[in-house]
């Protein structure tokens, strides 16, 4: 297996700068490999000016609040001159913006005006697990409730929210359901000439009628790309800036399975924050691999010259995709142009010294193993790989792994968590039109069920993790109500490489075959979700339950 930069973050080397001009991206009405009953919905044109993320307003007057309500519903978008897309979306818009600073407290009311249960997580806020939007706790159709928290300290960063119902997600995720959440740092470090922008980076698939394509089972085995790449709801935006501005993009990959392989033409891009928050040191890279649930803080210094067009565009990637290879992975998809004016060139910024603080968590209390692997019928393929206690890491591992019942976390109180559907339930829950196929998504050989807890842990120990990715396709990571440090790597076939830096987590790709070290503390009671955050991998099975205490 070819040698890996550490988490995908491919380090500015002797490599020479792509400056290609014209790439190969055709405005296309490709269809996928499998396709739509009623063919696919043209693109429209793109080039017009980035849009910011549409706000919502905080109703509340007192200084520390925000409160407001989020009513997810079906809205029919214009899409160019004739195309209505018909989606379901957060207060009507795509990608809307909730901003709040470190110490606020937030108030939502989740009025539910689809047909089917929702729920609202908070994806890489640290709540309590009450407020999670956990599937468990779904809100009914015509029903609503309160989502009511407070941002702890430490945690600004760029989140984002999104539905997380039981079997329901990956077609809402489809129907164009997410939202950023800006927490801002009480003071923010980084020079006020920076030009911050935000990007959510999406993808829709819909048919000629506008409608959302019904998931292929394509769909459910790879992660859903949509044809139709949008950033900020815009298909392609421009972005004009003076010649020499130094820009903060910080951009969040909402797509469900779409992996982001990011470039600027004839730029480096410097990453200066991921998941959690920022990093100590700016590190300058090639290229960046954001994968779906992943946000990255990035600075770009735009280069001097007068009249320059600069894509910033998604490479292709190879993650192991299952069946025939749709064109558009061989293609470079744009996402947004920058270009420069004819003005004065505005001077390079001085950074701080030291971003953000990640101190290393040490040494941990607890370890466990998770193992992800896919199953198709009638092969049993995901025994392979176990049990290889390697030197320095062999201690204590072993919570949960090999019997698919250790650990059950029998009756014990947390109400709602239990028996509103069964386990196993629904492969077929879908919509009209759904093709799932019979294969399984497993963590430690189980699919997820509602009733079930894989682990139980401890509030405020340090837990290390090795996760296993013993399959041929990448897997985006996540856990649910804390961030965690990658600590070390492991190739397939290689040796394990300690982190040369870190940085705070929530998700995190992991490339066949790799295992990372991960540690984090859990500092809230609760029922806590991990899975992969290729939404139909998740709703196929991969995810599972710690219970801390
Ligand atoms: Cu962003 Cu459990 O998900
Ligand atoms: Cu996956």
Same mark, same amino acid.
């Given at each position: ?250 951009l969040i990959n909402a797509c469900a ?102 101190e290393p968590l040490g040494e941990p ?12 019928? +009638?092969?049993?393929?995901? =025994? %392979? $790989? *176990? &049990?290889?206690?390697? /030197? @320095? ?25 239990? +028996?509103?559907?069964?386990? =196993? %339930? $629904? *492969? &077929?829950?879908?919509? /009209? @039109? ?25 509030? +405020? ?89």
């Open positions: 297996m070819k040698h890996r930069e550490f988490l995908g973050y491919s380090a500015l080397g002797a490599l020479v700068l792509s400056t290609a001009g014209t790439m190969g991206y055709a405005l296309s009405r490709q269809l996928p490999h499998s396709t739509p009953p009623v063919g696919l919905a043209p693109t429209p044109l793109g080039g017009e000016p980035l849009q910011p993320l549409p706000r919502i307003a905080n109703l509340s007057e007192t200084a520390g609040r925000f409160r407001s309500a989020l009513t997810p519903a079906p809205h029919a978008v214009p899409l160019g001159d004739e195309l209505e897309a018909r989606l379901w979306l957060y207060n009507g818009k795509v990608a809307p913006l909730i901003e709040v600073r470190e110490g606020d407290e937030l108030n939502i009311t989740l009025i539910n005006e689809l047909e089917q249960e929702t729920t609202l997580h908070w994806h890489g806020v640290p709540v309590p697990q009450a407020q999670d939007g956990a599937p468990w706790d779904a809100v009914a159709p015509g029903e609503s409730r309160q989502y009511r928290y407070t941002f702890p300290a430490g945690s600004a960063g760029l989140h984002w929210f999104h539905p997380h119902p039981h079997e329901g997600t990956a077609r809402q995720v489809a129907h164009g359901l997410a939202g950023a959440l800006l927490v801002r740092p009480p003071q923010d470090l980084l020079p006020l000439e920076v030009e911050e922008h935000l990007l959510v980076v999406s993808d829709l698939r819909l048919m000629a009628n506008g409608e959302v394509a019904p998931h292929t089972a394509e769909d459910w085995m790879n992660g859903r790309e949509g044809e139709l790449l949008l950033v900020n709801g815009q298909r392609e935006p421009r972005l004009d800036v003076a010649p020499g501005t130094t820009l903060r993009l910080r399975g779409r992996y982001l392989r990011l470039r600027l033409d004839q730029h480096e891009l410097t990453l200066i924050g991921t998941d959690g928050g920022l990093i100590e040191r700016p590190q300058p890279l090639e290229e960046l691999l954001l994968t779906p649930g992943e946000r990255a803080d990035l600075l770009v210094r735009v280069s001097e010259q007068a009249e320059g067009r600069f894509q910033l565009a998604s490479h292709p990637y190879e993650r192991g995709w299952m069946g025939e290879r749709p064109p558009h992975l061989e293609q470079v998809a744009p996402l947004l142009a920058i270009h420069t004016l004819n003005s004065g060139v505005h001077p390079a910024v001085a950074l701080p010294e030291r971003l953000g603080r990640v209390a607890v370890q466990r193993r998770v193992e992800l692997t896919e199953v198709m019928p +009638g092969h049993d393929d995901h =025994g %392979a $790989g *176990h &049990g290889d206690p390697h /030197a @320095g890491h062999g201690a204590g591992h072993g919570a949960g792994h090999g019997d698919p019942h250790a650990a059950h976390g029998g009756g014990s109180g947390s109400g709602s968590h239990h +028996g509103t559907h069964g386990p =196993g %339930a $629904g *492969h &077929g829950a879908g919509q /009209a @039109g759904d093709a799932r196929p019979e294969v399984d998504f497993l963590i430690n050989g189980r699919a997820f069920a509602m009733d079930e807890i894989l682990f139980e842990g401890r509030a +405020g120990e340090v837990e290390e993790w090795e996760v296993f990715n013993n399959s041929h396709m990448d897997h985006p990571f996540h856990v649910h109500g804390t961030h965690f440090q990658v600590v070390a790597s492991r190739d397939g076939d290689g040796e394990w490489r300690e982190a040369p830096w870190l940085a705070w987590k929530d998700t995190v790709n992991l490339a066949p075959y790799q295992r990372l070290t991960l540690r984090m503390v859990f500092r809230e009671p609760g029922d806590w979700l991990f899975h992969c955050h290729i939404i139909e991998h998740e709703e196929l099975g991969m995810m599972a339950t710690i219970r801390v205490s």
